[in-house]
T-cell receptor
Framework: NAGVMQNPRHLVRRRGQEARLRCSPM?????VYWYRQLPEEGLKFMVY????????ESGMPKERFSAEFPKEGPSILRIQQVVRGDSAAYFC????????????FGQGTRLTVV | QKEVEQNSGPLSVPEGAIASLNCTYS??????FFWYRQYSGKSPELIMF????GDKEDGRFTAQLNKASQYVSLLIRDSQPSDSATYLC?????????FGTGTRLQVFP
């Protein structure tokens, strides 16, 4: 859905660098989900955030990965010291509330680690 | 057991036929169920959602939910080649939206 904006669309990083992925939710949405998708695989849940709060980060790797959703500005997924295995498509989705209403996806950021 | 299970396919149907896509889930407390379509290299797009037992129709699409059997399905009537994509079943579980691995549908002319 064009309403959820992710940038950049494509990101190339060398091993050891940091990657920052941004997601602006649809207007009126205050809940954000981040997913990772490897080629030919399904969407793996990473983290669920509300403004200024991490609600569920059970899908986040314990090291190098972090996420935030500040009061002002987009949600950020940060990957430190990237490795080749981090290469994937990262999708963000937003929804209006917590009760499982429809979530809409952004176009994704395709991260390539070289 | 995976939280949301789908047959990976591919499911091949001729143009004009009914395509039937199935999904089972493990958490009996799940309340919201969604079907997304994903074309290769693109982001998932929401097709339908269903919250109550029974059928829900929207154009050529019908979602079916049976909470007792923990089963959700999507029927696509009058299938078109443009329907060829991967169909993802998603279940809202506590604070997470959990996806199955998807079923690849191929509609041939």
């Amino acid at each position: 859905n064009a309403g959820v904006m992710q940038n950049p669309r494509h990101l190339v990083r060398r091993r050891g660098q940091e990657a920052r992925l941004r997601c602006s939710p649809m207007k009126g949405h205050s809940h954000v989900y981040w997913y990772r998708q490897l080629p030919e695989e399904g969407l793996k849940f990473m983290v669920y955030l509300q403004k200024e709060n991490i609600i569920d980060e059970s899908g986040m790797p314990k090291e190098r990965f972090s996420a935030e959703f500040p009061k002002e500005g987009p949600s950020i997924l940060r990957i430190q010291q990237v490795v080749r295995g981090d290469s994937a498509a990262y999708f963000c989705a937003s929804s209006r509330n917590r009760e499982g209403t429809e979530a809409f996806f952004g176009q994704g950021t395709r991260l390539t680690v070289v | 057991q995976k939280e949301v299970e789908q047959n990976s396919g591919p499911l091949s149907v001729p143009e004009g036929a009914i395509a039937s896509l199935n999904c089972t889930y493990s958490d009996r407390g799940s309340q919201s169920f969604f079907w997304y379509r994903q074309y290769s290299g693109k982001s998932p797009e929401l097709i339908m959602f269903i919250y109550s037992n029974g059928d829900k129709e929207d154009g050529r699409f019908t979602a079916q939910l049976n909470k007792a059997s923990q089963y959700v399905s999507l029927l696509i009537r009058d299938s078109q080649p443009s329907d060829s994509a991967t169909y993802l079943c998603a279940v809202h579980n506590t604070d997470k939206l959990i996806f199955g691995t998807g079923t690849r549908l191929q509609v041939f002319p």
